[in-house]
């Protein structure tokens, strides 16, 4: 697998069809509020039609994201699951101040809710 290649320690925060590792059971080096606010936050930029999913890496390297968008149609990386995993992350995902990206939307986030 990708270890052998790369050495280090794998882990894995959100897989491609959107579900979301437990926090204990991920082993990432890196808060999973910042990776889960980081999709959330791709996919409001984006207007809702892509999002950033299969977040994994080695040590404190990200390797093999996945572009997936609602319909299906584009995807930067493998593993497009299209709409069907959007709303798998959404329905796990917990919003926190790292999904915030304007101004606005952090006047009226609430704490622990998601923003689908």
Request: glycine share 10%.
């Amino acid at each position: 697998g990708i270890n052998a290649e790369y050495g280090g320690q794998e882990w894995k925060v959100i897989d491609n069809t959107g579900l979301i590792e437990a926090e204990e059971e991920n082993d990432s080096p890196f808060d999973s509020q910042i990776l889960t606010g980081f999709c959330h936050w791709v996919h409001e930029r984006l207007q809702k039609k892509y999002i950033v999913l299969d977040i994994q890496g080695i040590d404190k390297t990200l390797i093999d994201p996945t572009l997936t968008s609602t319909d299906g149609s584009y995807s930067l990386g493998s593993g497009n699951m299209g709409d069907k995993a959007i709303k798998t992350f959404f329905s796990k995902h917990k919003c926190s101040e790292y999904c915030v990206y304007n101004e606005e939307e952090a006047m009226s986030l609430g704490s622990g809710s998601s923003q689908e």
